[in-house]
């Protein structure tokens, strides 16, 4: 996609989104009234609950050198077999925004040509946290309609491959496909089979290469009002789709149209069940923990059918 083209669509985008005014929440959570979440409740039939989530990893791998660490910090060896009350306890640390555990993107998390979601200064972002848009935004959680189009089931394959991308016209072929209509206020869950592939054939470098959105899908996300895009890769394509950007997805998703992202999800738990019950709509909860200023949260996703 040339440069200007890209440029023209961001422009585009973003005017879109300012006009998007249904409720008090900013950016695109704004699609998530309180009518359209109650009627998400409806979406429930069978009363069972998956997760979207990955189990965090904490062993190197070529995706993700940085791994979460994870430590027992109790019982005491001397504890163990002691008598009396003791308790087991342990610490947690990660990289929110690594190529491997499931995550939340805030609308602080990027910074474009200076300044970030709605103009506001990139200075907002300090040493010691984002004082704009960081995820305490959703301390209160997103709950709505989820919807997941399932893209290698389009194509009858089993995963796309590294440098894929998904169009507009992807996305609406799956929709037919699968009997289901994207709406306004929809939490967007957009498989492309990433966490198979890795599952099946081993950790790869997805920094350099994976599968994702065209940056013109972004099209189809801002004519629905889309609220929320979820992917079980990192949303955008790589190499990029776009020379000089690196994330366009990214860029036109967070920074120009206000739309929270969740990256490197994983939907093989949720698949089969939507199949077997010919369903691909569900009642959501999205959870992100409460980290003051912070650019993102590590995130696992419920969805409710």
């Known amino acids: 996609m040339p440069a200007h083209e890209f440029r023209a669509l961001y422009e585009r985008l973003r005017r879109g989104a300012a006009r998007s005014t249904e409720g008090g929440r900013p950016g695109a959570l704004c699609h998530v009234t309180p009518e359209r979440v109650v009627a998400a409740v409806a979406e429930v039939r069978l009363g069972?609950?998956?997760?979207?989530?990955a189990p965090i990893e904490t062993v190197p791998g070529p995706d993700?050198?940085?791994?979460?660490?994870?430590?027992?910090?109790?019982?005491?060896?001397?504890e163990l077999g002691a008598a009396g009350l003791h308790f087991a306890t342990d610490r947690f640390a990660m990289n929110v925004h690594g190529d491997a555990d499931s995550h939340l993107d805030a609308l602080c998390h990027v910074v474009f040509d200076g300044d970030l979601y709605g103009g506001v200064p990139a200075s907002s972002v300090t040493p010691e946290g984002a004082r704009a848009f960081s995820v305490d935004l959703v301390a209160d959680g997103i709950v709505g309609r989820g919807v997941l189009?399932?893209?290698?089931?389009?194509?009858?394959?089993?995963?796309?491959?590294?440098?894929?991308?998904?169009?507009?016209?992807?996305?609406?072929a799956a929709e037919a496909a699968q009997g289901v209509r994207v709406g306004p206020g929809d939490l967007l869950f957009v498989r492309v089979g990433h966490r198979l592939r890795r599952t099946e054939l081993g950790p790869w470098n997805a920094a350099t290469a994976r599968a994702g959105l065209h940056p013109?899908?972004?099209?189809?996300?801002?004519?629905?009002?889309?609220?929320?895009?979820g992917g079980d890769g990192n949303n955008d394509t790589a190499p990029s789709a776009v020379r000089g950007?690196?994330?366009?997805?990214?860029?036109?998703a967070i920074h120009a149209m206000g739309i929270h992202l969740m990256d490197y999800l994983q939907f093989e738990d949720l698949v089969p069940?939507?199949?077997?019950?010919?369903?691909?709509?569900?009642?959501?909860?999205v959870a992100p923990l409460r980290l003051p200023g912070a650019t993102g949260s590590p995130v696992n996703p419920i969805a409710v059918l």
């Open 216 to 229: 013109t899908a972004l099209g189809f996300l801002a004519e629905r009002k889309v609220a929320v895009l």
């Open 149 to 172: 189009l399932d893209i290698p089931r389009l194509h009858g394959v089993p995963w796309l491959e590294p440098g894929d991308q998904v169009t507009s016209d992807d996305l609406s």
């Open 64 to 78: 993700d050198p940085e791994p979460a660490v994870h430590r027992m910090t109790g019982p005491a060896p001397d």
């Open 273 to 285: 069940v939507c199949a077997q019950a010919e369903r691909w709509s569900f009642l959501c909860a």
């Open 48 to 53: 069972r609950t998956v997760s979207l989530a």
């Open 245 to 252: 950007v690196a994330f366009p997805v990214h860029v036109l």
